[in-house]
């Protein structure tokens, strides 16, 4: 069933790669006025082009979600451009591997900023701008929430507060008719965080298997799931966290890769 956006403004923070992108662009190709944030001005450039080629309105700016002021300009060049936001998407990310006892004080901080920090910038800001009744939020989270995985003390502590934004906006802000939910993507094909995290055929490999599926995810699998998200066939889910992964978490998520990141951050460790 295709899903139509004509006529409704989307914004996605990080929208200009991978698996934000894949989102940005189906939007686009469903009919809507798309807006995207990322921190580097060319590939903010790129991805408006990349969103136009669907026949799409699309803008953006450069703005690091960590700069709340950065963050509430874009939102109001949104507004002023576009109208009252129908969907947003909060799906800045920051992921490296690195054991606990490895990282620094300030690469903890960056990622729990960009993540928790960022996803409250992100969604603070906008509420002024929502359409209320009727906005659907919806934030990108990982599994990294739940699962406990080597070298990822970081994300997880990140991606935890990102499911715990959900739950707690999708209280506060369901009286103005305002959904808020979270997708969490599993091993999908491409992703600089797959890269990094399986980064040789080998642990690729390990990860498919893990998969029950037996196969990565694509980032258009993700986008399908933000179009119903953001859809009037969705309008009584709020407040859920949904795994989209191949049922990769049913099978025991961080088993193959912890033994991935264990290998690969065993120096020093």
């Known amino acids: 069933m295709a899903f139509d956006y004509k006529g409704k403004t989307v914004f996605i923070s990080g929208g200009t790669s991978g698996i934000n992108l894949g989102i940005a662009t189906a939007f686009g190709e ?12 060319e590939k903010v450039r790129a991805a408006v082009e990349l969103i136009k080629s669907t026949g799409a309105r699309a803008d953006g700016r450069s703005a690091d979600v960590r700069d709340f002021d950065a963050v509430t300009a874009a939102l109001a060049a949104c507004r002023e451009g576009f109208g009252e936001i129908d969907v947003l998407v909060s799906g800045a990310a920051g992921n490296f591997p690195a054991k606990a006892n490895q990282i620094s004080s300030n690469g903890f901080r960056a990622v729990l900023e960009i993540d928790v920090l960022g996803t409250h910038h992100v969604l603070t800001g906008a509420y002024p701008h929502l359409r209320k009744p009727g906005a659907s939020v919806i934030n990108i989270s990982a599994p990294q929430s739940f699962v406990t995985m080597i070298a990822q003390a970081h994300v997880c502590a990140a991606k935890a507060g990102v499911d715990m934004i959900t739950r707690v906006l999708a209280l506060e802000w369901g009286p103005a008719g305002i959904r808020v939910n979270s997708v969490v993507p599993g091993p999908i094909e491409g992703t600089e965080g797959m890269q990094r995290l399986a980064p040789t055929e080998d642990a690729a490999r390990q990860v498919i298997e893990s998969v029950p599926l037996r196969r990565y995810g694509q980032a258009s699998d ?8 953001g859809s009037e066939m969705a309008s009584y889910v709020s407040g859920a966290v949904i795994p989209v992964d191949g049922g990769w978490l049913l099978a025991g998520a961080g088993g193959a890769l912890n033994k991935v990141l264990d290998a690969i951050t065993a120096e020093g460790g």
Request: glycine share 4%.
């Open 30 to 41: 469903a009919g809507a006025r798309v807006f995207v944030i990322s921190r580097r001005e």
């Open 222 to 229: 993700i986008a399908h799931m933000c179009l119903f998200l």
